[in-house]
């Protein structure tokens, strides 16, 4: 396809996929527009397949929030906390990095960046799937440094059936990576496809755990005097504001996950370069 015509058509899919978000009220104003810019970028720049596993990301994780009982509370309580809808800093967190390779693919590509797109897009399919059913375990998650048992939702908390979706969810990009260069979506992919499940699952997986360290060690926690408290807003979702507690202050949690996705964009391509 004409260059030119692949971006307009990464515009169009980009602004059509940030529509049926905002419509389904997973994506904010701001979210909307940096996941049109995101999506023209990934389709236009780095093609078909790219944007075929962008969308997968996209249309597996809304699904999974629209099917939990607890964000479908959320949503109801929306007057009062927007906290369910993504806003732009949430879009970048998930697909920045992807967007960053997809520019790279442009200016000059290489073998190595069809696997790190897949790294990084497992990674945040991961952490997506594990917060979406990790919070409808029985068991109380673990903190994943002292291994004491936390209330659900607590940065760096992980439990095995959160483990479990992390692996799925990885398992899920990575295997379906194989099928678009099988019908030609990655010319410049030096390794066997055969491969990319495991890239997928193992990068997805190690950028998941990355993720839950940084929440358990560095990421900023407020506390919420009226409720007693610790969350990880500014703004708690009883309308307090919350004071700071501890942890760097500028690594929030879109930084967790935006750091997260690249550990594992940088495990996928070193994996591909590996087993070339
Ligand atoms: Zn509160």
């Not at 023209?40 to 597996?60: D, E, H, R, S, T």
């Not at 903190?143 to 607590?154: C, E, K």
């Not at 059936?161 to 030096?190: E, W």
Request: hydrophobic share 50%.
């Amino acid at each position: 396809m004409d260059s030119n015509a692949q971006l307009l058509l990464g515009l169009f899919l980009g602004v059509a996929m940030a529509a049926g978000g905002y419509r389904k009220q997973s994506l904010s104003e701001s979210g909307a527009i940096a996941a049109a810019l995101v999506g023209a970028i990934i389709f236009g720049l780095g093609g078909w397949a790219w944007g075929v596993l962008l969308v997968a990301f996209f249309v597996g994780s809304s699904a999974l929030s629209a099917y939990n009982p607890r964000h479908k509370a959320q949503v109801a309580a929306e007057k009062f906390d927007k906290g369910s809808r993504r806003d732009w800093g949430q879009v970048l967190a998930n697909g920045g990095w992807a967007t960053l390779l997809a520019l790279l693919m442009w200016l000059s590509p290489a073998p190595w960046l069809f696997p790190a797109l897949v790294g990084t897009l497992a990674t945040v399919t991961a952490d997506t799937w594990a917060t979406e059913l990790g919070t409808l375990s029985a068991q109380p998650p673990r903190l994943i440094t002292t291994w004491q048992t936390v209330p659900p939702g607590t940065n760096g908390a992980i439990s095995l059936l959160g483990t479990m979706a992390s692996l799925v969810g990885a398992l899920f990009i990575g295997t379906l990576a194989y099928p678009l260069v099988m019908l030609g979506g990655a010319p410049h992919l030096a390794l066997n496809p055969l491969w990319l499940p495991l890239v997928g699952a193992v990068s997805g997986l190690t950028g998941s755990l990355a993720d839950s360290l940084l929440g358990a060690t560095v990421q900023q926690v407020y506390h919420c005097p009226r409720c007693d408290s610790e969350t990880e807003r500014a703004l708690h979702h009883c309308g307090t504001a919350t004071h700071y507690l501890r942890g760097w202050r500028w690594m929030d949690n879109d930084m967790v996950n935006f750091l997260a996705s690249v550990v594992g964009s940088i495990v996928a391509a070193w994996l591909a370069v590996v087993l070339a």
